[in-house]
């Protein structure tokens, strides 16, 4: 089991970020407005507590940290301290190089919990792809996965190097 003190405190920041990060990506790729935002936003919360129960060491630390008032923090300053300033149609790039970032972090730190953290990661933002559809009129018609988030989840699994 791979233990939070094998990373450095800003390594670590990364890693608790990244749960941020993906779900940013999906969203940011095809806004789709306020209640899709929000059911986006839920799917990744109840992806990330669903980590509590993973069989890999480093999500259940990554989700006990992100239980704490301290955890949550370090998440939401990361991520924001990450897409300051930026424009809308950059988010998406921002957060698919802090992934590629984490990714060797974690394939140089993570021992045999890489793969799995890095698969539980991507996971999530399939997740966050299927809970709202895009398109249509006030979430009725369009489709689950859009062209666009296709292919952001694509390019997140080639920054996680899954495939």
Known sequence: ????????????????????????????????GLWGMMQEGFA???GIVAGSSSDCGLVKEVVEDLKTSEGRTIAQSALKQHIKGAKV???????????????????????????AFKRWIYANAEKVANA????????????????KEKAT??????ALKLS
């Not at 950059?90 to 793969?115: H, N, P, R």
């Not at 709202?132 to 062209?147: L, N, W």
């Not at 989840?153 to 080639?158: I, Y």
Request: aromatic content about 4%; hydrophobic content about 50%.
């Open 89 to 115: 149609t950059e988010v998406v790039a921002i957060a698919l190089a802090g992934l590629a970032e984490v990714a060797q972090i974690v394939d140089a730190k993570g021992g045999a919990d890489a793969v």
């Open 153 to 158: 989840l694509a390019q997140l699994s080639s």
């Open 1 to 32: 089991m791979t233990a939070k003190q094998n990373f450095t405190a800003e390594e670590w920041a990364k890693l608790i970020e990244s749960t941020m990060l993906a779900s940013v990506a999906i969203t940011a790729c095809e806004p789709s």
């Open 44 to 46: 990744n919360a109840r």
């Open 132 to 147: 709202a559809s895009e398109g249509g009129f006030i979430g009725f018609g369009g489709v689950k996965v859009s062209d």
